[in-house]
């Protein structure tokens, strides 16, 4: 026989073998393409830890101010504005936030020295506003002190929008300027955020130098496919490329959950279908350290009783410095196992001595004489409001 003839059989034989194979074994074929099309979600065996990613700038491809309100949200009784300092590609900038802080009887003077545990509260959207504000209440009333941040290119703030990529840097920057304020105590300071707030404080969970006692977030924007169907569904352009699978992981706890270097706490309302999937994926790949509680509600309407949970959660005798792990009960979903977590306090007084040392505090003192809506204890400090930069 020619040597063509036999060339042009076996190549015959190999099409048609290669034909029945994806014909008669279609789920192979998908196992193949499995790595390409789950790689944004960090199943590639070879990805860049997300702490290198990180630390490299962001690619916007849409530049500018953030979707939303360009004025600092009108205030409460009891609250104050602050300016907390971050940084942007080299350059300096004054972000706004909001403080609120208990006040105390004048019968009961506060002790020399004494601190106040804190909570950061992360606000969704793209803009404070005062709903946001409103979460504060609860946790004044409890004892605690309450700041708000914004983010760059929010409410006026100088920087562009970068959708959880810069803003993740503000919340550090928040976060330390908080915990060296002098009525805070470092080692009970804690984090809570709700849908994009809620991405940033699921993205704090992965940072070893985050100075939280506890963490958690609602509704959280864990996967990378939540951004394209952001920018399909609402009509507008995100600032970065959604297809770009690096601005993609950068942005998403669930590809990088398996690095997460702090306990995490994710509410997820038991109408949240998709929510609870994701979660789901984010406790199998990281069981020691996520706690997932279902509350009532469904994505926007589970927020409320997430806090309320989540006070209940600082609030309890039991819990040393704020930090509980994971516990059993009927609303855990999934709940993973406490024992990882003896070590979970993040600060010792050295580190906090540390921390305030490092950076200055540029709160000036406030005062607490106007009417507060909150219905806690009170106390008065004498001094005045900090103004604008």
Not at 11 to 24: D, I, K, N, R, Y
Not at 186 to 212: M, N, R, T
Not at 338 to 346: E, K, Q, T, V
Request: glycine residues 6%; neutral net charge.
């Amino acid at each position: 026989m020619a040597p063509w003839r036999v060339s042009c059989r076996r190549s015959c034989a190999a099409a048609l073998a290669a034909l029945v194979l994806a014909v008669t074994a279609p789920g192979c074929a998908t196992r193949r393409a499995r790595p390409n099309a789950d790689a944004a979600e960090g199943d590639e065996a070879d990805a860049e830890p997300w702490l290198l990613r990180r630390a490299r700038p962001t690619t916007l491809v849409h530049r500018g101010p953030a979707p939303g309100s360009s004025m600092a949200p009108a205030l409460l009784p009891g609250m104050e504005l602050v300016y907390y300092p971050s940084a942007a590609r080299g350059v300096e900038l004054s972000l706004l936030a909001v403080i609120a802080t208990p006040r105390r009887a004048p019968e009961t003077p506060r002790r020399g020295g004494e601190r106040l545990p804190a909570v950061m509260l992360l606000h969704a959207g793209t803009a404070l506003t005062e709903e946001h504000l409103a979460w504060a209440a609860p946790f004044v009333d409890a004892g605690l002190v309450v700041l708000l941040p914004t983010w760059r290119g929010e409410n006026g703030n100088p920087g562009e929008h970068e959708l959880l990529a810069g803003e993740l840097e503000d919340a550090m920057a928040a976060a330390r300027w908080l915990a060296v304020q002098p009525d805070v105590d470092v080692d009970q300071l804690s984090v809570f955020g709700a849908a994009e707030g809620g991405a940033l404080a699921a993205l704090l969970a992965l940072d070893p130098e985050a100075p939280f006692a506890t963490i958690a977030a609602v509704s959280a924007v864990t996967s990378t496919t939540t951004f394209a169907r952001w920018q399909r569904d609402g009509g507008k352009a995100l600032p970065f490329d959604v297809n770009d699978p690096v601005e993609q992981r950068r942005r998403a706890l669930l590809p990088n959950a398996a690095e997460l270097a702090r306990p995490l706490v994710l509410y997820v309302g038991q109408d949240d279908v998709e929510g609870a999937r994701d979660a789901q994926r984010v406790q199998g790949r990281a069981p020691t350290l996520v706690e997932l509680v279902a509350v009532p509600g469904d994505a926007t309407t589970a927020v409320a009783p997430a806090l309320a949970r989540f006070l209940a959660k600082l609030s309890a005798p039991t819990t040393p410095a704020l930090a509980q792990g994971p516990r059993t009960d009927n609303s855990i979903v999934l709940a993973s196992d406490p024992s990882s977590l003896a070590a979970s306090r993040p600060r010792s007084v050295a580190t906090a001595t540390a921390l305030r040392g490092a950076l200055p505090s540029t709160r000036l003192a406030r005062d607490h004489r106007s009417t507060c809506p909150f219905a806690g204890p009170t106390w008065r400090r004498a001094g005045a409001s900090r103004s604008a930069p």
